[in-house]
């Protein structure tokens, strides 16, 4: 396989990651950009992990997986009960704070980072496979009481507490699944790109990950699925002229869709319509079998 | 001794140029009815404007204040319309998400086109040549003198604004409550585009404050600044003018005590503690929410 | 026939959405008159009051205002043309001083907005003691009072009323519905809607029984408060 192909394959199963961690906790209703910030802490942890203290990839991940989730933890003890858009400041706050902090802090190494990191074998078989594992772990979510209960928590808050729904404990642990998902996106992602720099974490990418969730549409883990291949994968193939304009690109399609189809192009309605259309052609398809059977 | 004294006058006109944008911030709010998270970046660009026209008129310091007043303002008006159908929904996250992608707009074309993304530098005659006041090694600049008291006029002339003139009671009551401004007869839309003006007027201000202050301005300014605007306004409780400004003036000290220690980097952190220190402590801010 | 119309609402349909709110409602208001909307809540009520004013935008019907369409402006002229809404829930603003709050009745007056004051502080003296006090720490008959203060101060051609009497004390809603008849007899045409149908029958000339989105009855006040229907369903059964 071409290193390009490579390339793109593997950036397109982690940003869905990431896009499916804004996804998830959006569910409720919060904005929450935390993952993007302790993706560098996942990056960052297991290349130290692996490149200075010389462990294994094995250990590497669960141990940055470890650290990202606990660090996901404080933040989100005091967020799960904060108004919305203090989560999103706060978050965006985060993203800041750890680009300074892993910039400014000695051992991994300033602006120019950590190079070097090795190269790992069925890398792409391991991201895939934990691909696949989270795209299951929510669609069960979406079709479960949970699911459901998140439905009604996105629509009215206070109708939701009069249910017993514990919003509260709800945000924190979708805060930390999503953690660990960034941490997980952060450990593939340095392995892939083998170098981890402080402003890959930064404001423009969590503007990409927006950009692909809000137009692919938020109501649904299916929209970052399809778009963000699409999204992110055009840049690359336009030539190096019209590329560079691509966070330009990225900010005018997230706000166009945000004013004119506010759900995003896979909307309910799309989805509500596909449902159909697939139930009644299935429906065709019986028929004719059973017709060229007698 | 002298030095701390010229520290703390520089901190003090920081301050007021914060609570100038955090008054901003907060006409957009509530009256805007959005979340003006690019509002810092028009600031910047107002900057970049003011820098522009002294260049071109040979630093020519009306042309570069004009510039900058006038940018400010007519980029702020600019924008109303985008965020109208928002403003209508009383969507506020998806405005907050439109103005993440505007100010990304803004920051690349700062960055790729403006001065081709070389950092900017304002000529001398804006921070005032001649040192008004030296006593010992420490000096005060006309600029210094300027922005404290312009930030204060101007504070005044808006609170005056609002407390005392008929718009400004419109724009109280809207912020309280758009269904009863709108019995009233209140102009909904024209209110809206007011607060935006008004809001770009103080923006203007600002930016041109800020090139006194800060002496450079680059493409990353933007960020820099939304952040410790959205922290000083949360801390102060979003949408509390009162509060807002003393917020600004506590941001605005320890920035600028902090930064004569520690690396420039390092001062956002105070902007995050203090958004930290109150989602954790009061959510709804130290001096509470407005509406 | 001259028209003495101040308010004529002509077949008006209004839906939110799916649910049909107002299905062909006409009724009208005559000059010097205290006309009266009863029926239970969700009856559409307060959407006819808010279409009028053009909160609520019409799928069809009329709304003529001194003769004029108004069905599809916009609500800030409508107000400036001359009427007033004095919302349920009184829509006054706490955060403001009762001076300020009746300052922004005036909002819309071109010229002195005080000349109506006099007469608002000989109606309702307890406001004059209470300029610079926040609104909201007025007690609820109080509000009511400012709340009908300030839909007076642009001396209104039509003044609509939702459900003033919403949350008041026996005593203070008699004290309302007084009042309504004495600003009624000083000139002002009033149109008003309530559920507590006895005391508005009472004092009204003519009233329009509401049911689930239609005028199922209309007449004099006082047929109405007679009427076995009526009387049933909203004055607590026959005598």
């Known amino acids: 396989m071409s290193l390009g192909l490579y390339y793109y394959f593997q950036l397109t199963a982690i940003f869905i990651m990431l896009g499916w961690t804004l996804y998830w906790v959006y569910r409720i209703g919060q904005l929450n950009n935390a993952p993007i910030a302790i993706m560098a802490i996942g990056a960052y942890l297991s290349a130290y992990a692996v490149l200075k203290w010389g462990w294994p990839f094995g250990l590497a991940m669960p141990f940055a997986v470890i650290c990202g989730a606990a660090f996901a933890l404080i933040p989100a003890l005091s967020l799960g009960r904060a108004p919305a858009f203090a989560m999103v400041i706060a978050t965006i706050a985060l993203i800041f704070i750890m680009q300074t902090v892993f910039r400014n802090l000695p051992w991994f190494g300033g602006s120019i980072g950590l190079f070097g990191i090795p190269k790992i074998k069925s890398l792409l078989w391991i991201t895939y496979g934990v691909l696949v594992f989270f795209g299951i772990l929510?669609?069960?979510?979406?079709?479960s009481r949970l699911g459901r209960a998140a439905d009604v928590i996105f629509e009215d808050r206070d109708v939701a507490g009069t249910l017993g729904i514990n919003i509260y404990l709800f945000s924190v642990c979708l805060q930390v699944m999503t953690g660990v998902m960034g941490t997980v996106a952060g450990v593939l992602y340095a392995f892939t790109i083998r170098t981890v720099i402080p402003v890959y974490f930064g404001f423009p990418f969590l503007l990409a990950i927006t950009t692909f969730i809000f137009v692919g549409g938020y109501t649904t883990m299916w929209g970052v699925i399809v778009f963000t291949p699409i999204l992110w994968g055009i840049p690359i193939i336009?030539?190096?002229?019209?590329?560079?304009?691509?966070?330009?690109?990225?900010?005018?399609?997230?706000?166009?869709?945000?004013?004119?189809?506010?759900?995003g192009v896979i909307d309910r309605r799309f989805l509500h319509r596909l449902h159909m259309n697939t139930g009644i052609m299935v429906k065709r398809l019986f028929r004719g079998l059973k017709k060229s059977e007698t | 001794m002298e030095i701390f004294i010229a520290q703390l006058i520089n901190a003090i006109a920081l301050g007021s140029v914060y609570a100038l944008l955090v008054t901003g911030f907060n006409l957009l709010v509530v009256v805007g009815g959005i979340f003006p998270f690019a509002y810092?970046?028009?600031?910047?660009?107002?900057?970049?404007m003011c820098w522009f026209a002294m260049k071109v008129t040979g630093d020519n310091l009306l042309a570069g204040i004009l510039a900058g007043v006038f940018a400010g303002?007519?980029?702020?008006?600019?924008?109303?319309?985008?965020?109208?159908?928002?403003?209508?929904?009383?969507?506020?996250?998806?405005?907050?998400?439109?103005?993440?992608?505007?100010?990304?707009?803004?920051?690349?074309?700062?960055?790729?086109?403006?001065n081709m993304g070389i950092v900017i530098s304002f000529p001398q005659s804006l921070?005032?040549?001649?040192?008004?006041?030296?006593?010992?090694?420490?000096?005060?600049?006309?600029?210094?003198?300027?922005?404290?008291?312009?930030?204060?006029?101007?504070?005044?002339?808006?609170?005056f604004l609002l407390y005392r003139t008929k718009q400004g009671r419109a724009f109280r009551a809207m912020g309280q409550s758009p269904f009863s401004a709108r019995l009233l007869g209140i102009p909904i839309v024209k209110t809206r585009i007011y607060a935006y003006i008004i809001a770009g007027l103080l923006g203007g201000i600002s930016a041109v404050f800020l090139a006194m202050a800060l002496g450079t301005a680059s493409s990353s300014l933007g960020d820099n600044l939304a952040l410790k605007v959205m922290a000083v306004a949360m801390f102060a409780g979003v949408g509390n003018l009162g509060g807002g400004l003393v917020a600004a003036l506590i941001l605005g000290l320890s920035e600028g005590m902090v930064l004569a220690y520690l690396p420039g980097d390092w001062s956002q952190a105070i902007a995050f503690g203090m958004i930290m220190v109150v989602v954790m402590i009061r959510p709804k801010g130290l001096f509470g929410t407005m509406a | 026939m001259v028209e003495n119309n101040v308010l004529k609402v002509e077949d008006l349909h209004v839906s939110y959405g799916p649910i049909r709110?107002?299905?062909?409602?006409?009724?009208?208001?005559?000059?010097?008159e205290i006309v009266v909307l009863i029926g239970a809540n969700g009856a559409g009520k307060t959407t006819l009051v808010e279409s009028i004013l053009g909160i609520t935008h019409a799928q069809s019907g009329r709304v003529l205002f001194m003769g004029r369409e108004i069905t599809h402006a916009k609500t800030e002229h409508?107000?400036?043309?001359?009427?007033?809404?004095?919302?349920?829930?009184?829509?006054?603003?706490?955060?403001?001083?009762?001076?300020?709050?009746?300052?922004?009745?005036?909002?819309?007056?071109?010229?002195?907005?005080?000349?109506?004051?006099?007469?608002?502080?000989?109606?309702?003296?307890v406001l004059r003691d209470r300029t610079k006090q926040m609104a909201g720490t007025l007690s609820g008959g109080e509000q009511q009072m400012l709340s009908i203060a300030r839909g007076l101060m642009s001396k209104p051609k039509l003044m609509m009323l939702?459900?003033?009497?919403?949350?008041?004390?026996?005593?203070?809603?008699?004290?309302?519905?007084?009042?309504?008849v004495e600003l009624n007899k000083t000139g002002y045409t009033i149109l008003l809607s309530e559920q507590n149908a006895r005391q508005a029958l009472q004092c009204a000339h003519r009233g329009y029984v509401f049911e689930t989105g239609e005028v199922v009855l209309s007449g004099a006040a006082q047929e109405l408060a007679n009427n076995k229907r009526v009387l049933q369903a909203y004055l607590g059964g026959v005598i």
Do not use: W
């Not at chain 1, 336009?238 to 759900?263: C, D, Q």
């Not at chain 2, 030296?134 to 002339?157: C, N």
């Not at chain 3, 062909?24 to 000059?31: A, R």
């Not at chain 3, 909002?107 to 000989?122: C, F, P, R, T, W």
């Open chain 1, 238 to 263: 336009l030539p190096e002229s019209v590329a560079v304009y691509k966070n330009f690109i990225y900010g005018i399609l997230l706000m166009g869709t945000l004013l004119l189809r506010s759900e």
């Open chain 2, 40 to 48: 810092s970046h028009i600031v910047v660009l107002s900057m970049y």
């Open chain 3, 21 to 32: 709110a107002l299905r062909g409602v006409s009724i009208e208001v005559q000059e010097g």
């Open chain 2, 73 to 114: 303002t007519g980029f702020s008006f600019i924008t109303e319309p985008i965020f109208r159908p928002l403003a209508k929904r009383g969507a506020v996250l998806g405005s907050f998400i439109v103005a993440m992608a505007m100010s990304l707009i803004i920051t690349e074309i700062m960055s790729q086109k403006l």
């Open chain 3, 78 to 125: 409508i107000v400036a043309s001359g009427i007033s809404l004095i919302p349920e829930g009184r829509g006054i603003l706490p955060l403001m001083t009762v001076m300020e709050n009746l300052q922004l009745g005036a909002h819309h007056v071109k010229g002195d907005a005080n000349e109506n004051l006099g007469l608002i502080y000989k109606c309702f003296p």
């Open chain 1, 138 to 143: 929510i669609f069960r979510f979406d079709h």
């Open chain 3, 162 to 180: 939702d459900e003033p009497s919403l949350g008041l004390a026996p005593t203070i809603m008699r004290e309302l519905f007084k009042t309504i």
């Open chain 2, 127 to 159: 921070q005032g040549e001649e040192a008004l006041i030296r006593f010992g090694a420490a000096t005060i600049t006309a600029g210094q003198i300027g922005t404290v008291v312009g930030s204060i006029g101007a504070g005044f002339g808006f609170f």
